[in-house]
T-cell receptor, first 112, second 112 residues
């Protein structure tokens, strides 16, 4: 079983749609949860960083964590063409190391 | 405030050669990590440095090595290049353990 599973897409939605992006993980030691956005020819940029189960909201973005199911989601409301990018879930490992384990990313296109 | 700077942006090398990639972290950041990104494997952790000490290493062969200088700048070296080493190499910096990482735009290495 892979440590992190993420549907690669691609996902294509019309402008204004609600987008749902998901990752499952198998490592119970993961305690922190991140979402990164990566535009073409750029490095990933941190969107959301959360620790606890439940929801965390930041503008049009909501990160949801269900530790019991080992499932995390990122919702984008009122999606814009500028949201077109690859979205990656990431999990810092334990032990004081900042090694991140990434999902393979979901490529999202928002059509005007 | 300058971001994470990686040089060069693009590089073409011949199989069997060696290559050195450079990363200048955000001013004040003491932790630097390196990742390899390929379409097939996604983002994979190479190594992490904090205050010139390697704190963690990913599952890559010994041909991949790195170091960090007293000014927190970091280099990674790949010796005896193979075609499969063609990838985007990303550097990320952080204030320290527990901080969020900021990525550079990467160095695109092509091995021919």
């Amino acid at each position: 079983q892979k440590e992190v599973e993420q549907d690669p897409g691609p996902l294509s939605v019309p402008e204004g749609a609600i987008v749902s992006l998901n990752c499952t993980y198998s490592n119970s030691a993961f305690q922190y949860f991140m979402w990164y956005r990566q535009y073409s020819r750029k490095g990933p940029e941190l969107l959301m960083y959360t620790y606890s189960s439940g929801n965390k909201e930041d503008g049009r973005f909501t990160a949801q964590v269900d530790k019991s199911s080992k499932y995390i989601s990122l919702f984008i409301r009122d999606s814009q063409p500028s949201d077109s990018a690859t979205y990656l879930c990431a999990f810092p490992t334990q032990g004081g190391s900042e090694k991140l384990v990434f999902g393979k990313g979901t490529k999202l296109t928002v059509n005007p | 405030k300058a971001g994470v700077t990686q040089t060069p942006r693009y590089l073409i090398k011949t199989r069997g050669q060696q290559v050195t990639l450079s990363c200048s972290p955000i001013s004040g950041h003491r932790s630097v990590s390196w990742y390899q990104q390929t379409p097939g494997q996604g983002l994979q952790f190479l190594f992490e440095y904090f205050s010139e000490t390697q704190r963690n290493k990913g599952n890559f062969p010994g041909r991949f090595s790195g170091r960090q200088f007293s000014n927190s700048r970091s280099e990674m070296n790949v010796s005896t290049l193979e075609l499969g080493d063609s990838a985007l190499y990303l550097c990320a910096s952080s204030l320290g353990p527990g901080g969020g990482y900021t990525f550079g735009s990467g160095t695109r290495l092509t091995v021919v």
